[in-house]
């Protein structure tokens, strides 16, 4: 079954303390993204990765990292979170495999920081 | 300004309505143009997928994009309870069939019985 999984599913961390929200995809999509949901503004791009080893910002990367080290995985690292942080956090892959255009996204990741 | 504006609602209709979405958008620059459906507590899934200018009719579900005003609409016909989510339409540049897409904020839809 093509998926997009994401963990944890919910995280509640205080101020300052580093985490990681994993991400892997197994349809073998070279672009994967990181969206964040708040309410009154939709989802907005934190980082995106065209492939291995590229990466770039989206709309709002202040305080986060990404890494793509292999095509399945794209973990997104919060080294010092702060609580406005605290948001719906959703990992989206996508690709030309197969001629789908569809950005599958994953079950979401709500954060709480504290 | 946001490039893609969506009025949040809620929005309530009852069963067998038909239902209008719209969006509006400010960069001449995007090309593919999406609907995706969010269930609570759920990600986002892909509705309908539009190129450019028209019409697009899957089911129950009418997409139309009309780029000389920059406004798009999804249209349900005889909605059921089952419909009730949010909507969000999403947008990408040209280029490349995927990649970054600019969200709307989403319009929270219910349908009653």
């Known amino acids: 079954e093509a998926q997009v999984t994401q963990n944890p599913r919910y995280l509640i961390t205080v101020t300052g303390k580093k985490l990681t929200v994993t991400c892997s995809q197994n349809?073998?999509?070279?672009?994967m993204s990181w969206y964040r949901q708040d309410p009154g503004l939709g989802l907005r791009q934190i980082y995106y990765?065209?492939?291995?080893?590229?990466?770039d910002k989206g709309d709002v990367p202040e305080g986060y990292k990404v890494s793509r080290k292999e095509k399945r995985n794209f973990p997104l690292i919060l080294e010092s979170p702060s609580p406005n942080q605290t948001s719906l956090y959703f990992c989206?892959?996508?690709?030309?495999?197969?001629?789908?255009?569809?950005?599958?996204f994953g079950p979401g990741t709500r954060l709480t920081v504290l | 300004q946001k490039e893609v504006e969506q009025d949040p609602g809620p929005l309530s209709v009852p069963e067998g309505a038909i239902v209008s979405l719209n969006c509006t958008y400010s960069?001449?620059?995007?090309?593919?143009f999406m609907w995706y459906r969010q269930y609570s507590r759920k990600g986002p899934e892909l509705l309908m997928y539009?190129?450019?200018?028209g019409n697009k009719e899957d089911g129950r579900f009418t997409a139309q994009v009309d780029k000389s005003s920059k406004y798009i609409s999804l249209f349900i016909r005889d909605s059921q309870p089952s419909d009730s989510a949010t909507y969000l339409c999403?947008?990408?540049?040209?280029?490349?069939?995927?990649?970054?897409?600019?969200f709307g904020q989403g319009t929270i839809l219910t349908v009653h019985p």
């Open positions: 989206a892959s996508s690709g030309p495999t197969g001629g789908s255009r569809e950005q599958f």
């Open positions: 349809m073998n999509h070279e672009y």
């Open positions: 990765s065209m492939n291995v080893e590229v990466t």
């Open positions: 960069n001449s620059a995007f090309q593919y």
């Open positions: 539009t190129y450019s200018s």
């Open positions: 999403a947008m990408k540049t040209g280029g490349t069939s995927y990649g970054k897409l600019t």
